[in-house]
């Protein structure tokens, strides 16, 4: 089956500091990955819409600059963390892209908690 | 706008005990509709999911869901709870540009 990795699995920085989170298709390539973050007891909410060789898509009310989305190959995109501050902190969630025979489905990651101090 | 709506934010069961966890969706296209397992502290297993093929959707672990259109429902059940089916199941309804939406999430309980 499609696995997707996330690294690191948890992450724990100092406010003001930048944390980088990579995704990874591991078995599939990818020209688009998806990032979502999760609060506690909350749903996943779409951040960003990441495509490989081009600029990411953004939601309303993400910051671009502070999140940073790199889709540099197929199989790896990154969100950079900038200047993080406590209300950084979330469970963050990438899903990859797989087309087979004409349909896709998401695959995720199994998450990053980010804990900023 | 698309968007689902999952009825109940806790379900509490006994082991054995039918399993039923409730979702409607809103979509203004055929929609994609799809049930994710979430276990603390890990990112989202699938289920099962319809994409406008057979109404009724047989998944992993003994769940099933029925796509009923007239009444913009997908729910989820399972005739018989297991203790290991204790956890977070999302909702999710997504058009054919994959644009995901996922509801708010109902926390299964088992009870032994």
């Known amino acids: 089956g499609a696995v997707v990795s996330q690294h690191p699995s948890w992450v724990i920085c100092k406010s003001g500091t930048s944390v980088k989170i990579e995704c990874r298709s591991l078995d599939f390539q990818a020209t688009t990955m998806f990032w979502y973050r999760q609060f506690p007891k909350q749903s996943l909410m779409l951040m960003a819409t990441s495509n490989e060789g081009s600029k990411a898509t953004y939601e309303q009310g993400v910051e671009k600059d502070k999140f940073l989305i790199n889709h540099a190959s197929l199989t790896l995109s990154t969100l950079t963390v900038t200047s993080a501050h406590p209300e950084d902190s979330s469970f963050y969630i990438c899903?990859?892209?797989?087309?087979?025979?004409?349909?896709?489905?998401?695959?995720f990651g199994p998450g990053t908690r980010l804990t900023v101090t | 706008a698309q968007s689902v709506t999952q009825l109940g934010s806790h379900v509490s069961v006994s082991e054995g005990a039918l399993v039923l966890l409730r979702c409607n969706y809103s979509s203004s296209v055929p929609p994609y509709l799809f049930w994710y397992v979430q276990y603390p502290n890990q990112g989202l297993q699938l289920l099962l999911k319809?994409?406008?093929?057979?109404?009724l959707v047989k998944g992993i672990n003994g769940f099933e869901a029925e796509f009923k259109k007239s009444e913009t429902s997908f729910h989820l059940t399972k005739p018989s709870a297991h203790m290991s089916d204790a956890a977070e199941y999302f909702c999710?309804?997504?058009?054919?540009?994959?644009?995901?939406?996922f509801g708010a999430g109902t926390r299964l309980t088992v009870k032994p």
């Open positions: 319809y994409t406008s093929a057979a109404t």
């Open positions: 899903s990859a892209l797989r087309g087979l025979a004409g349909s896709y489905e998401q695959y």
């Open positions: 999710a309804v997504s058009d054919k540009n994959n644009d995901m939406r």
